[in-house]
């Protein structure tokens, strides 16, 4: 990170009162000013395409939800100034890797291995709600993973690199006497899986919602003409996180507490609903801890 002075000027009492409350926190990143004019310049990756977590919009501005989040975080945190950088995905991994980035966000999951890269903060930035897309005519049959295992429903097969297929293998190992049929897929994608669920050649595809909705609720979606026919069926949320770089241990502290206060005046439930329409928030498992499995 950068010093820049005489930018993102707040009074001087909140300053410092706020870089006071920070100097105990982590050991990472180089010492904030305590003066009214010292604030560091911090290097925000984010996807450009990833709609609506984090896109770049017609005008070239960083737009999103995880980057709504990361906006209201700034604003609580005078010292720095978070500046945005559209890119892609390997670009974001290398460089918060690298250092060429500070934070790097883009619908990211908790990973054992990535903790070895990166810097996990205590507090996830939103959601993935993942879950079921069946055929319409079968959500009466079809109305959670249970019974799904328990009518013997087939499913997409899923490449094991891909983390949905961890959700199912661990929803399998916890449900050892009610289990989904689990087919390893040679790509990582399949681009036919809609089609293949809507003809019947499988009953479901475990997916991400906000796919199901670009692909078929959406009506410039590739899928929008089988939206009568496909219905999606939650199962849960699984928390998305910022990734930081590994000397900045500090910046994620100063990240995590500002994010209590957004999620103790309902900012975050607020940017929720005006992304998404709906809460990120409320089929998170209870009690959910970092490093908890998929």
Known sequence: ?????????????????????????????????NSKDGVTKVAVAHTQN??????????????????????????LLPQYEFEYTGTTDDDLLIGVESGKYDIGTKGIWWTQERTKNYV??????????????????????????????REGGTLVPLAPQNAQYTIIENYNKNHPDNQITLIAADQFSNADSYQWVREGRYDALFAIKTSYEANVVSESGEYHD????????TYEAIPTWPLFNSKDQELADAYDEA??????????????????????????????????EL
């Not at 017609?58 to 209201?72: C, M």
């Open 120 to 149: 996990f903060p205590k507090h996830y930035i939103g959601t993935s709600i993942v879950g079921l897309m069946i055929r319409t005519e079968d959500a009466d049959r079809f109305t959670d993973l249970e019974s799904f295992a």
């Open 50 to 75: 990833y709609y609506p977590y984090d896109y770049v919009d017609e005008n070239g501005n960083a737009e999103g939800y995880e980057v709504a989040v990361l906006k209201a975080v700034d604003e």
């Open 1 to 33: 990170m950068k010093k820049a002075g005489n930018r993102k000027m707040q009074t001087a009492a909140a300053a410092v009162v706020l870089a006071l409350g920070l100097a105990a926190c982590g050991s990472g990143t180089e010492q904030v000013s």
């Open 226 to 233: 089988y939206a009568d026919e496909l219905t999606f069926i």
């Open 259 to 292: 994010w209590e206060q957004l999620e103790a005046d309902g900012t975050l439930e607020a940017l929720a609903q005006q992304y998404f329409g709906y809460s990120l928030f409320e089929m998170v498992p209870e009690g959910y801890q970092i490093g908890d």
